[in-house]
């Protein structure tokens, strides 16, 4: 929980952010536009994007999203258009005016990046530059929602595949699930388990199962970080949150096998307090067994 002193300085920073950078005027680096319209421009680039995407990228509901389009579309910037095979699907897409206007921005916001570091000496830009990007990547990980789903859910489907084709490609003898003891899919679903999923914008960048046996601890199964979302510490939210369900569930302990290629997982679960343990399993594909004591209570 955050203490008043790191609020407050939240609040501070938020203020001069958005004096410095001009999004409190409605003529967005002095165009006839707000912040919103000139960021959908932006989002929606040269290919195109679903208008369900851009409210999921931006965190925006539907009804705004609506009047920023129908603003754009007025000024014949913008074109929404329903899918040819569902209807219920919209894309926008920038006219040519639109990516005209999209450069203008485009130009404008490289002067106002350059206004902002052009009275400090080179130090100084480098520490700025620094922390903005520090800053980018603790934003992006806040932004990142879990969600437990069933295993057939679509984004799980997703991520398993991806999890299984790194595998095929990193470990030294292949991969194949048929030959390893991943559990059915029914057993990373109540009451056998649970599968989370982790999302940014919308779009599913990671996966982790749990296993509940009865009669057994816990297990960690299937988890998996896209490569574009490592380094927000989805890992260790990962392992935190199945610890938590393990707990509830009244196990006392938390367990998991792994491969000896998948180096940064091994060095995740030592700094995350699992122990190296004797093999629990016939695993064909581990080379290292990992435990540990968790404070379990059943739920009531």
Not at 155 to 179: K, N
Not at 219 to 230: D, G, I, L, T
């Amino acid at each position: 929980m955050a203490d008043a002193t790191e609020i407050e300085q939240v609040r501070r920073f938020n203020r001069a952010v958005t004096e410095r950078v001009g999004v409190l005027h409605d003529r967005y680096l002095g165009r006839d536009r707000p912040v919103g319209e000139a960021r959908l421009l932006w989002e929606i680039g040269e290919q195109g994007r679903d208008v369900r995407r851009l409210r999921e990228r931006l965190g925006l509901d539907s009804g705004y999203v609506s009047r920023l389009l129908r603003s754009l579309e007025r000024e014949g910037l913008v074109t929404v258009e329903p899918h040819h095979q569902d209807r219920r699907v919209r894309t926008a897409r920038l006219t040519d005016a639109g990516r005209a206007e999209r450069a203008v921005l485009d130009h404008r916001s490289d002067e106002l990046a350059g206004s902002l570091l052009e009275p400090l000496n080179a130090d100084q830009r480098a520490r700025l530059v620094a922390a903005m990007a520090d800053v980018d990547r603790l934003l992006t990980a806040a932004t990142v929602a879990l969600d437990t789903v069933a295993p057939d859910h679509p984004d799980a489907q997703y991520c398993l595949r991806s999890y299984f084709t790194e595998l095929q490609e990193r470990f030294e003898t292949g991969f194949d699930p048929a030959r390893s003891l991943l559990p059915d899919a029914g057993e990373l679903g109540p009451p056998h388990g649970l599968l989370l999923v982790a999302r940014l914008h919308g779009e599913p960048v990671g996966c982790a199962g749990l296993k509940l046996p009865a009669d057994a601890p816990a297990e960690v199964k299937r988890m998996w970080v896209a490569p574009q979302a490592r380094g927000l510490g989805l890992g260790r939210r990962f392992l935190a949150e199945l610890e938590e369900r393990a707990a509830r569930h009244g196990s006392d302990r938390l367990r998991l096998d792994t491969n000896r290629a998948l180096t940064a997982a091994i060095g995740l679960y030592r700094a995350c307090g699992f122990e190296e343990v004797a093999a629990f399993n016939q695993e064909r594909y581990a080379h290292h067994w990992f435990e540990k004591r968790i404070a379990g209570s059943p739920s009531v």
